[in-house]
């Protein structure tokens, strides 16, 4: 049986494994008939050629590193937004405009691990400026600029291990937080592995947005114990002014965690007051730390720089009481997510037969009543049953992550009974199920982690797919399931694959980002020191053994297009300016031997790339973009001679 969802509920891990690959190896005939593919559904997605989608939506790649922008209800692909993965496409990390991008304290990294997009909101509403994502090995959040889809900044996460619970957004976008997922020594220092309980230890990081620019700042850092700080939710409307962080291995073990991390009933919510760890912060009461950490901006010409910072400021709840508070929460639970009114905290407990819901106005009165169990390093724990509202009994088993409608409904996914289930929050009664094709993670409704959800919609996020898809040797697609939500009943209208692993995802209605998007870069703003804004100044200069070119490129030519008097030894520096003005007309550029990739130049901007000759001879260089109907001929040759050789440096202008 595919969804062995009544099945009792067992926190025995053994248990737990064989359910998960119960629902992995799924029976497909039954599926494919429980699936949806009515002419209903079809025309609920269908969106006729040369018509919009009403939202866009953002997916992370998870392991591809980037961002993917899908338009629903269609489920149609519009762009990959290449963030903490190099990506040649768009010569992305490989241009040297983009490249300090990738920077971070270890060195260029040319690829992370992207889980969870977040929207920037006014007022708990979003508010279509930015999109922010985590990468979750080499610890960073990243900023999207929404009205060029493309990424403007990434800040690393000092002596945190595994930004997990990142980059989730506060009502004003404030903060985006981020947390230790992974405890090590903090700060890092060499210690036996076996000493985890003594030296390691957790950070729940903010990093401040500007209002104005965006711009990101490591505000400040809170030290925690050592469990594993999981994912996120900061709060909204009453709850303002707080986060909540879930947290698993409250056991501190540091090996065969499946097992080992499985023991205790209930784990934590960290309840952060990060209003008044600002006034902390602000009295002095935080401790500078050493840190290591990149900082990658691109300026207002489209230049990336990066700067590595060296110190952190870190508070210790011991010096700012109160600033933290333990919310006793059932089994090892993943997801935390608070409802659109801001009073209820739903935890995902992968490993618990229930759905906790905590109260926040019920916190507040334990806190005033100090109706605590005991404390763990300075850190009060507050009794179960003096914050929590209500438990949702039996829902599924695997209950990972949780959104709302604005019905008062919540959905959580179950990950280990395959399905998505809708519960009424005030009372935790479910109101219906509906079977997903398979193990679904996260799950989205457009709006659905903010004051005002959209509706209309719930997306499953699928881990497995077998048997949904044409196979595609060993490496399946995985899947976004699209869900009706507008009836009493969840109906599923449509499959479509992904790129890389959908972790979580946002969507936004179109109208409010689609006339802010950017159509072409002012040529006469342009201000890369590498420009060439005509014909007529395009050029070629020796400087040693670098040789720079100056190019321009419209359609269907590069000036200049021969170039000689470069020889083997030389660096050869091509600067590509796109003189165009016309919205949709990129131009490419790529010559023979390249170790890069091609660049690809959007109007009025400059891009360059590197060029390292390994033998001599003539070759070619090209447009790769389709531009024109003499595309084919928008081409040229650069010669290469031997060292000591003395052809002069040479090339034809538009003079
Ligand atoms: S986590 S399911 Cu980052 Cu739940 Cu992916
Ligand atoms: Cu320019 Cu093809």
Same mark, same amino acid.
């Given at each position: 049986?595919a969804?062995?969802r ?8 053994g248990?737990?494994l064989? $359910?998960? $690959?119960a629902?992995?190896?799924?029976c497909?005939? $039954?599926?494919?008939q429980?699936?949806?593919?009515t002419?209903?559904?079809?025309s609920?997605v269908?969106?006729a050629?040369?018509s919009?989608d009403e939202?866009?939506?953002f997916?992370s790649g998870?392991?591809s590193?980037?961002v ?5 209800p269609?489920?149609r ?5 290449p ?6 496409q768009d ?7 983009t490249?300090?991008?990738?920077m971070t304290?270890?060195?260029?990294i040319p690829?992370?691990?992207?889980h969870?997009?977040s929207?920037?909101?006014?007022d708990g509403?979003?508010d279509?400026?930015?999109l922010?994502?985590?990468g979750?090995?080499?610890p960073?959040?990243?900023r ?5 889809m ?7 996460i000092p002596?945190?291990?595994?930004n997990?619970?990142s *980059?989730?957004?506060t ?5 985006v937080?981020g947390a230790?997922r992974?405890?090590?020594p903090?700060?890092?220092k060499?210690?036996?592995i076996?000493s ?12 401040a947005?500007?209002k ?7 505000a400040?850092?809170?030290h925690?114990?050592?469990f ?7 709060g909204?409307g009453p709850?303002? /002014?707080?986060a909540?962080?879930?947290s ?8 065969l ?7 205790n009933?209930?784990d934590?919510i ?8 600002e006034q902390?912060v602000?009295?002095?009461k935080a401790d500078t730390w050493p840190?290591?950490y990149?900082?990658?901006w691109m ?5 990336a ?7 952190a400021k870190v508070?210790?709840?011991?010096k700012?009481p109160g600033?933290v508070y #333990?919310?006793?929460?059932p ?12 009073e209820?905290?739903v935890a /995902?407990?992968k490993?618990?037969a ?6 926040f106005?019920k ?7 100090k109706?605590f ?7 009060p724990?507050?009794?179960?049953e003096?914050?929590?509202?209500c ?10 992550h949780n959104?709302?409608?604005?019905q008062?409904?919540?959905?959580t996914s179950?990950?280990?009974s ?5 519960w009424?929050v005030?009372?935790c009664?479910?109101?219906?199920r ?7 993670g996260?799950?989205?409704?457009? /709006?659905?982690d ?9 997306? $499953?996020l ?8 044409l196979? !595609?040797?060993?490496?399946l697609?995985q899947s976004a ?10 109906k599923?209208l449509?499959d479509?694959p992904t790129i890389?692993e959908?972790?979580?995802a946002q969507a936004?209605?179109?109208?409010l980002?689609?006339?802010k998007?950017? =159509?072409? #870069? *002012?040529?006469a ?6 420009? !060439? ?5 395009a050029?070629v ?5 670098a040789?720079?070119?100056y190019l321009t ?6 000036m ?7 020889q083997?030894?030389?660096s050869v ?8 003005q016309?919205?949709d007309?990129?131009h490419?550029?790529?010559v023979?031997?390249a170790?890069n ?9 400059t891009r360059t ?10 070759f070619p260089?090209?447009c790769?973009d389709?531009c024109?109907?003499?595309?084919q001929e928008m081409q040229g040759?650069?010669r290469?001679?031997?060292?000591g050789?003395?052809?002069?440096i040479a090339f034809?202008s538009? =003079?």
């Open positions: 049986m969804h062995p009544f099945a009792k509920a067992s926190a025995f891990v248990f737990v064989l $359910a998960g $690959a629902a992995r190896s799924g497909g005939k $039954a599926a494919q429980q699936a949806g593919g002419g209903d559904a079809a609920r269908y969106v050629p040369g919009y939202f866009y939506a997916m998870g392991y590193g980037q993917s922008v899908y338009g629903l269609s489920g692909l519009l762009r990959v937004i963030v903490f993965s190099q990506d040649a010569a992305w990390g490989y241009s040297e405009q490249k300090p991008m990738l304290g270890y060195g260029f690829w992370d691990d992207a969870h997009p929207l920037s909101m006014t509403i979003q279509g400026r930015w922010f994502i985590n979750n090995n080499t960073r959040i990243a999207i600029d929404l009205a060029e493309d990424t403007k900044e990434i800040i690393e002596n945190s291990a595994g997990h619970a *980059p989730f957004t009502q004003n976008t404030e903060y937080v230790t992974f405890s090590v903090t700060p890092q060499d210690v036996p076996a985890y309980k003594e030296n390691f230890s957790g950070l729940i990081s903010f990093v947005v500007d104005t620019t965006g711009k990101l700042t490591l400040f850092q809170i925690v114990p050592g594993d700080y999981d994912l996120a939710r900061p909204k709850s303002h /002014g707080w909540f962080f879930t698993y291995n409250s056991e501190q073990a540091n090996t965690l499946e097992r080992n991390a499985s023991q009933d209930k934590y960290a309840a952060v007051n990060w209003k008044q760890a902390c602000a009295q002095g840190a290591k990149a900082h990658n300026d207002g010409a489209n230049i720089h990066s700067e590595i910072l060296t110190s508070l210790e709840v011991s700012c600033v #333990y919310l006793p929460t089994k090892s639970p993943h997801g935390a997510d608070v409802n659109p009114t801001g209820y905290i /995902g407990g490993l618990a229930l759905i906790p819901v905590h109260s106005a916190m507040q009165q334990a806190i005033a009543d109706a169990e005991k404390e763990i390093s300075g850190i724990v507050i009794k179960y003096a914050v929590n509202m438990e949702v009994q039996q829902p599924g088993l695997g209950p990972l959104e709302f409608d604005d008062g409904n919540a959905y179950m990950f280990i395959s399905e998505i289930v809708k009424r005030k009372d009664t479910v109101l219906d509906i079977p997903v094709y398979y193990s679904i996260h799950l989205m409704v457009p /709006g659905g903010t004051k005002k959800p959209w509706g209309k919609y719930v997306i $499953a699928n881990k497995i797919t077998k048997d949904r898809y196979p !595609t040797g060993p490496e697609a399931q699209l869900i009706d939500i507008t009836g009493d009943k969840m599923l449509l479509f890389g959908p972790h979580y936004i209605p179109a109208s980002i689609r006339d998007q950017m =159509k072409t #870069y *002012p040529l703003d342009n201000k890369d020191p590498d420009v !060439t804004r005509t014909e007529k100044d050029h200069v020796r400087k040693g053994k040789v720079h070119v490129a419209i359609r269907s030519h590069f200049p297009d021969n170039i000689e008097g470069v083997l030894g030389d520096y091509f600067h590509v300016t796109n003189v165009e016309d919205w007309v990129p490419g550029f790529a023979t031997g170790r990739s091609e660049l690809l130049v959007m109007p009025g901007q790339v590197i060029w390292v000759p390994e033998r001599i001879g003539v260089f090209y790769t389709f024109s109907a003499l595309h040759y650069i290469v001679s031997a060292p050789s003395n052809v002069p034809n538009g =003079k």
